[in-house]
């Protein structure tokens, strides 16, 4: 009935196969899928609340600001502010990003026609997913501390 060709190889994998889609089958399929779009979504939702709570603390903070040096200061003390919480917001989504990508791959291996075949591979993939993480990590931190040397240091006034 089938001959070898592509599209009849297809066609007989899935006339095979149709049998065993059923709506329990497909939703487990998809729940891997799901989960991994509700954590971004909620990392997503926790940095906006975070980011719309600062913005809201300079708004009131640069309200009580007297003279121009301490609005000067507000704006300063929120700029360390949002660089600090890009840096952490940056590492979260890292962090998700590496959790899933090691979670696809432990699940590639688990579907894998010869699993012990695919684990060195596996792991290969896994360990360069955490170096990355890891060196990401290392770049945020040196440039943290960088900029914090680099700022200018108060100096007490001069009197005349």
Not at 87 to 101: D, I, M
Not at 128 to 133: C, F, G, M, V, Y
């Amino acid at each position: 009935m089938f001959k070898n060709t592509p599209f009849e190889a297809i066609a007989k994998t899935i006339s095979e196969s149709a049998p065993k889609i059923t709506p329990a089958a497909v939703q487990d399929a998809i729940k891997p899928a799901q989960d991994n779009l509700k954590a971004w979504a909620d990392l997503a939702q926790n940095q906006a609340k975070e980011a719309q709570a600062a913005l809201l603390e300079t708004v009131e903070s640069i309200k009580g600001a007297k003279d121009p040096q301490a609005a000067f200061e507000v704006f300063k003390a929120s700029a360390e502010a949002g660089m600090a919480m890009f840096a952490k917001n940056l590492k979260e989504a890292t962090s998700l990003s590496v959790g899933q990508f090691h979670g696809t791959v432990d699940a590639i291996e688990k579907a894998h026609p010869a699993p012990e075949a695919f684990a060195a591979v596996a792991q290969n993939l896994k360990s360069a997913a955490s170096t990355a993480e890891s060196t990401l990590d290392s770049a945020l931190e040196k440039g943290a501390s960088l900029a914090a040397s680099m700022a200018p240091q108060k100096t007490a006034k001069k009197s005349r």
